[in-house]
């Protein structure tokens, strides 16, 4: 008998964003916000007491939790907080999801998904997205337990018709994770709503996008008590640490400084997708902080990604999968390093 899990031995692991370090690169592949979080969160680095690290953080987050719950205009027992919105996804797969059952998703989206279904040795039932992208009703079987909903989608960045979204959460039986990581960069989205009016919706979101705190790892679910305690039975006992609390505190509370940053990328977005068309580039209209795009002519995506690789401008390309190997997924940057970017193109 071998000493690791079967599930684990044939386990293709999730790729993140290549973080190289390279002088005078232009890093547009991991969907990082260009611009810094707000001054209060360097304050509270600055005043950070490094005798106190030698006590425990608060295993609950309470503090953080009640601010995201005035926020969100909720309790507190329905706030879950993690290490970054991925151990949020990781545990509700493992919490919603029955042995030999399934969990269901659109194609493509969020390529960690799988990834977190086959550590669980749980199934994945796909339903391929309509035309550009586009909303389609989705098939699942009575063994779906659990269905993830990203929205806006990576790597599209579509938002889905609200009505659709609600529809959805009304007809399935199991639990609807809506994943909102980019939700600050679109025309609003329903995740807030719909985890308060109905008992199967989780909704997630990040600090790492809109609030600039990759760095971090801080992200949060809202949704049912019930859901949100099953959370908390399965979560490490100390998942946030002590200075990851103070500054997502510190973050959340200078929202405007967010909402100026998210105000500032939208421009930006909508600059260069448009300059992008005029070039004859294939563009989804995103509301998210990046871009999905098709070459349209005798160069295809592989080769544009190798041609702007090579004059130090990195993006994304997911070549592996026949919905997307067409395509490029391109963070907004600051203006400066889009028009870097829009030269080369």
């Known amino acids: 008998m071998g000493r690791i899990r079967e599930s684990v031995e044939r386990l293709a692991a999730y790729q993140p964003g290549e973080q190289p370090k390279v002088e005078g690169l232009v890093k547009l592949n991991t969907n990082e916000n ?4 707000s001054p209060t969160v360097a304050e509270v680095l600055r005043s950070a007491d490094a005798a106190a690290l030698r006590l425990y953080p608060d295993p609950m987050a309470t503090a953080l939790r ?3 719950a005035d926020i969100h205009g909720t309790g507190v027992e329905n706030v879950f907080v993690g290490n970054g919105s991925d151990e949020v996804l990781r545990l509700a797969t493992r919490a919603f999801t029955q042995s030999g059952g399934s969990a269901a998703m659109f194609e493509p989206t969020y390529s960690l998904y799988p990834v977190l279904c086959a550590a669980e040795e749980v199934d994945v039932e796909r339903t391929p997205l309509g035309e550009r992208f586009a909303w389609r009703e989705p098939e699942v079987s009575e063994r779906a337990g ?3 909903l990203t929205n806006p989608n990576a790597p599209t960045g579509v938002k889905y018709d609200d009505a659709d979204v609600e529809g959805w959460v009304r007809r ?3 639990v609807v994770l809506i994943d909102e990581a980019y939700g600050d960069f679109a025309d609003g989205t329903p995740g807030a709503r719909l985890a308060k009016q109905y008992d199967n919706v989780l909704v997630c979101r990040t600090l790492s996008k809109s609030f600039s705190l990759a760095g971090i790892r801080c992200g949060y679910a809202v949704g049912d008590a019930r859901l949100i305690g099953a959370l908390y039975k399965l979560k490490d006992s100390y998942n946030l640490d002590a200075l990851t609390q ?7 509370g200078d929202l405007e400084w967010m909402r100026a940053n998210a ?6 977005r909508e600059r260069v997708r448009a ?4 070039k004859g580039y294939d563009v989804i209209p995103s509301n998210a902080n990046f871009l999905f795009v098709r070459p349209t002519g005798a160069e295809g995506a592989a080769d544009l990604f190798r041609r702007l690789r090579e004059n130090r401008i990195l993006v994304r390309h997911f070549p592996n999968a026949e919905s ?12 400066a390093q889009m028009d870097r970017f829009l030269a080369v193109m």
């Open 34 to 37: 260009p611009y810094p979080p």
């Open 66 to 68: 009640k601010r995201l």
């Open 146 to 148: 659990l269905f993830f």
């Open 172 to 174: 399935f039986p199991g």
């Open 246 to 252: 103070r500054v997502a505190l510190a973050a959340l």
């Open 263 to 268: 105000r500032k990328i939208r421009a930006t």
């Open 275 to 278: 300059e992008l068309e005029k």
């Open 324 to 335: 997307t190997k067409d395509w490029l997924r391109i963070s907004v940057g600051t203006d």
